[in-house]
């Protein structure tokens, strides 16, 4: 990997949902490595707060993700602040557990708000500065559930199961402008995604869900005791767009790697199971 502390590495980077988790760890690793960084957050003070700098190459700013002209208020501050924009790390979004059937429309529209057609603002935004410099970087951050999903989960599944697939088509989209995508699925790690902040749980709750009650809980009881280190993969995740060939699909942790591979292997041998039907729906000659 290149040094990142040289000053012809320095490049301006755009991250969402920068004020906890892993989002600040980024935001405190750039600043630390001297790099230019638009930070956003939806409640500015809370942001300046965590961050706690006043730094010339520091542009917090308060953004709703899930308003298209306010995600391009913060495209332009950024553009103006530092005269381009490198590399955008979709990093906003929260969990939301529960049943389909005991979520309602309104807690699931947040949710795909939130998680998916926030990151389409900004990617939508950005785009017209990236396809002008010929160059820059989309990092988006999934989960494992977005490939390996658990009990309870569906409908945070089906965000992270949409980041997965919009990334994977986005990156053929907008390779001919120069532009790199990764698309980052990451296991357990022990930041804020469990705590009552970050987590949406269906307030209507079904007492025939006992699998689905008692996975919700489990998962709520691993709070603080993740394996992953969120510096870790802060530091893991800046890596990536100093590399000359950025991998697409990056998978953080042993948990998120077992997890994909062992799915990989259930997928390998239901479709093989069903070869025949699958390859015997044309016309007979």
């Known amino acids: 990997m290149q040094n990142i502390n040289n000053t012809n590495n320095k490049k301006t980077w755009f991250v969402t949902g920068a004020s906890k988790g892993l989002g600040l760890s980024l935001v405190k690793q750039l600043l630390a490595l001297g790099q230019n960084l638009a930070a956003t957050s939806r409640n500015l003070a809370e942001l300046v707060i965590a961050v706690g700098s006043t730094a010339d190459n520091f542009l917090p700013i308060e953004v709703d993700l899930a308003n298209e002209d306010s995600v391009g208020c913060a495209m332009h501050q950024t553009k103006k602040a530092f005269g381009r ?29 939130v998680n998916v057609f926030g990151m389409l603002n900004v990617i939508r935004m950005v785009m017209p500065y990236m396809r002008y410099q010929q160059a820059g970087h989309i990092i988006n951050i999934s989960s494992i559930a977005g490939f390996a999903p658990g009990i309870g989960w569906s409908v945070y ?31 357990a790690f022990r930041t804020s995604f ?7 749980i269906a307030k209507n709750r079904i007492e025939d ?9 489990r998962y709520q009881g691993y709070d603080g005791q993740q394996a992953g280190d969120p510096e870790k993969a802060a530091a893991a995740i800046i890596n990536v767009a100093f590399t000359q060939n950025p991998p697409l699909h990056l998978l953080l942790g042993a948990d998120a ?3 994909a591979m062992a799915q990989l292997e259930r997928l390998e041998k239901e479709f093989r199971f069903n070869e025949e039907l699958s390859k015997s729906m044309a ?3």
């Not at 309104?106 to 708000?113: I, V």
């Not at 997965?164 to 001919?176: C, F, I, K, N, P």
């Open 85 to 113: 924009i490198d590399v955008v790390i979709n990093n906003a979004g929260y969990g939301i557990g529960g049943s389909i059937e005991e979520l309602t429309d309104k807690e699931t529209r947040n949710s795909f708000d």
């Open 157 to 187: 599944a089906a965000t992270k199961f949409a980041v997965e697939g919009l990334s994977t088509v986005l990156a053929e989209d907008v390779r001919e402008f120069g532009v790199n995508v990764t698309v980052v699925a990451p296991g």
């Open 194 to 200: 469990l705590t009552p902040d970050s987590i949406v």
């Open 209 to 217: 869900y006992k699998v689905v009650a008692e996975s919700l809980k």
């Open 257 to 259: 790697y077992d997890r």
């Open 283 to 285: 016309y007979s000659a």
